[in-house]
């Protein structure tokens, strides 16, 4: 039977080509928690071109846009199961979930870039984002889209305080993770922790407008 709900959880995603790790936060308590850390397929891994759709063989571009078409439409099926089945399962647990946040390496728009076999990594990554926003979407979840590079200094300002502090708690939060807790878990969890700042923040401007009884 699942638990009663903790309305102050989130999602946080590390998006990457053809899988993404995922780390469910809950912040209904004084301090936060990892509840779980998995990592998901965002690919079909029966059919192995679809983790490099746009990819021919290392170091080469994929000419065919027939092929590459039909391995986006196994990458988006396979996503919307992969995250779904993540969803539906934390849920059942009792955690009512509204809102994640996803880290991507880059937003560069591939049409930018004239090196095909460059453009083809950038492809991929605007791939991988969309199905997981989606996929995350199609699922009532409101996504934020955070880049790598500038995370932990987006989160200081988002959230007050210093990149020292956010990087020692973003470690801190494994310690109760067993098999280790790698680059990507954390910055999956600290876009979780924003996602619960984003909802801790529109609780408190909902009651803010509340009227008085």
Not at 76 to 105: I, K
Not at 120 to 134: D, I, M, N
Not at 148 to 170: K, N, Q
Request: aromatic letters at 6%; proline letters at 3%.
């Amino acid at each position: 039977m699942p638990t009663i709900a903790h309305t102050r959880a989130a999602l946080g995603f590390r998006v990457k080509s053809g899988y993404a790790t995922v780390v469910l936060l809950d912040g209904s308590t004084s301090s936060m928690r990892v509840v779980d850390r998995r990592t998901i397929d965002l690919c079909d891994p029966s059919v192995p071109d679809s983790r490099q759709p746009y990819h021919a063989g290392f170091g080469s571009a994929r000419g065919d846009l027939e092929q590459i078409a039909r391995l986006v439409a196994v990458v988006e099926q396979h996503t919307d199961r992969s995250v779904a089945d993540a969803v539906r399962e934390y849920r059942h647990m009792g955690y009512e979930l509204d809102r994640a946040g996803a880290v991507v390496g880059s937003e560069t728009n591939p049409e930018t870039i004239a090196n095909p076999h460059i453009r083809a990594h950038a492809s991929e990554g605007r791939l991988f984002r969309r199905v997981t926003e989606e996929a995350l979407g199609r699922l009532g979840l409101a996504c934020s889209i955070w880049i790598e590079r500038t995370l932990y200094a987006r989160a200081a300002g988002r959230l007050g305080c210093s990149e020292d502090r956010i990087r020692h708690v973003a470690a801190g939060l494994g310690n109760a993770v067993t098999g280790g807790w790698r680059a990507d878990d954390k910055t999956a969890a600290v876009a979780a922790w924003l996602a619960l700042e984003s909802r801790q923040a529109q609780d408190l401007g909902l009651k803010a407008q509340a009227p008085e009884s």
